[in-house]
């Protein structure tokens, strides 16, 4: 059995985006009875938050972006640069916690002191591009969590896997250009899903070319589909590549009973999707991977798909 983390806070909870908002804290309260469920928590690492250092943040985002978000929430705004990002007095030092408590998983990872994590954050981050929040994301975790392993650890070579069942165009346009980091993405396109980036000729820019590579699934597909578009597109990509490791950008969106796709995975299919993740890690990264947290909004599907993502970790 693995020594694996679990970063969930309930300060996390505290980010208030309204009462129909789909990024509601339940999704953590479900996600964490899964796994309490399942008589996992024993077999943990738990992991509270502690605040990130604003000077990871601005790796990523630019100091304007960060002061404009920070002095919005402190005016009392209500909404912050979309319809979809509400905020309230508390949603940057959240959003704070949120990549304060990633920074310190993967700290640990880093340090051996754990062999991979899954961390159960909001608000979620892969459509927050360098200078605008965008799609329930403020701060683009897995991208900070990506700088911070290679300023801090002098890691050349990151690996990210985002399957949430939207593109993150913000992953992707802040490492578009950028040879040491791999961006894969496999998510639905065209139809309504957001934001409609995402499409196979985006495959990076300048010496960034070929380290950005998406997989479009078009609308009703399903496990059948994600199976064939990963075996044809990220494996090889990634046994070339070679990721030192692997951060994944976990959507459990795609399930056939969440509304806000029209995907059809299965909940055997999301455990596909992991376990051949993990196997690369295990091939390519010394087992070295981070699991965080972005969409999934079906609160009865949520606790089993985030119960079989962290047995597949312990398992591995």
């Given amino acids: 059995m693995k020594r694996t983390g679990f970063l969930w806070d309930k300060r996390y909870l505290l980010h208030d985006t309204g009462p129909y908002h789909p990024e509601s804290p339940k999704r953590l309260q479900a996600i964490y009875q899964g796994i309490e469920a399942g008589n996992l928590l024993p077999h943990l690492r738990l992991i509270q938050a502690s605040r990130a250092d ?26 912050f640069d979309s319809l979809d990002n509400p905020i309230g007095p508390v949603t940057f030092e959240i959003a704070l916690l949120a990549v304060g408590g990633i920074l310190d998983t993967t700290r640990l990872v880093m340090e051996g002191q754990i062999d991979n994590a899954f961390c159960a954050v909001r608000p979620p981050g892969h459509h927050a591009e360098k200078n605008r929040a965008m799609g329930f994301c403020y701060f683009n975790n897995v991208a900070i969590a990506a700088r911070y392993i290679q300023n801090q650890w002098d890691v050349h070579k990151v690996g990210i896997v985002d399957f949430d069942v939207h593109h993150g165009n913000g992953t992707q346009h802040i490492f578009e250009e950028d040879p040491s980091v791999f961006y894969y993405s496999i998510h639905q396109h065209p139809s309504f899903a957001y934001p409609g980036t995402g499409r196979e000729f985006e495959k990076g820019i300048g010496a960034g070319y070929g380290f950005t590579l998406n997989s479009p699934v078009l609308p009703g597909q399903g496990d059948a ?19 030192e490791v692997i951060l994944v950008s976990v959507g459990f969106d795609g399930h056939v009973d969440d509304d806000m796709s029209d995907i059809q995975l299965s909940t055997s299919g999301f455990s596909w999707i992991q376990s051949k993740i993990v196997e690369m890690a295990e091939s390519y990264s010394k087992g070295r991977l981070i699991s965080i947290l972005e969409g999934g909004y079906s609160l009865e599907r949520l606790p089993d798909l985030a119960k079989n993502h962290v047995e597949i970790l312990l398992n591995s």
């Avoid at 990523?60 to 978000?69: A, D, E, L, P």
């Avoid at 990963?230 to 590549?241: G, Y």
Wanted: charged share 30%; hydrophobic share 35%; with cysteine.
């Fill in 54 to 79: 604003l000077n990871w943040i601005q790796q990523v985002h630019s100091k304007k972006y960060i002061q404009r978000f920070e002095e919005a929430c402190r005016s009392g705004q209500t909404i």
């Fill in 225 to 243: 589909d994600y199976h064939r578009l990963m075996e044809r597109d990220l494996f090889p990509a990634f046994k070339t590549f070679k990721p």
